[in-house]
């Protein structure tokens, strides 16, 4: 009869662990999803932020075409004018 009992209490404490485990198991899930959306947002976010700064590059550069197109030419950024040009004086 003792011997019963102990076989009972063994298998209830397996089913707690094993419940247990499963909801480790279940939390371990929802982190993994809420892990997954934060970085599509991220990436949602990076990719709207990259759209603005081209938007507003393109907006700068037409801006600077349409105020520098009556005198000398324009270059990119970063870009010095070219060797051999002259420097004309208005």
Known sequence: MKFMTILADRDTVIQE??????????ALAEGDTA??????AIFK???AMMEKDNAL????????SSVNSNSAP?????????RGTKHMHH
């Open 57 to 64: 590059a393109a907006l700068e550069y037409r801006g600077n």
């Open 17 to 26: 662990r094993n419940l247990a485990l499963s909801e480790k198991n279940a």
């Open 35 to 40: 892990i997954l959306q934060q970085d599509q």
């Open 45 to 47: 976010w990076n990719s």
């Open 74 to 82: 324009t270059y990119p950024l970063g870009c010095p004018v070219p």
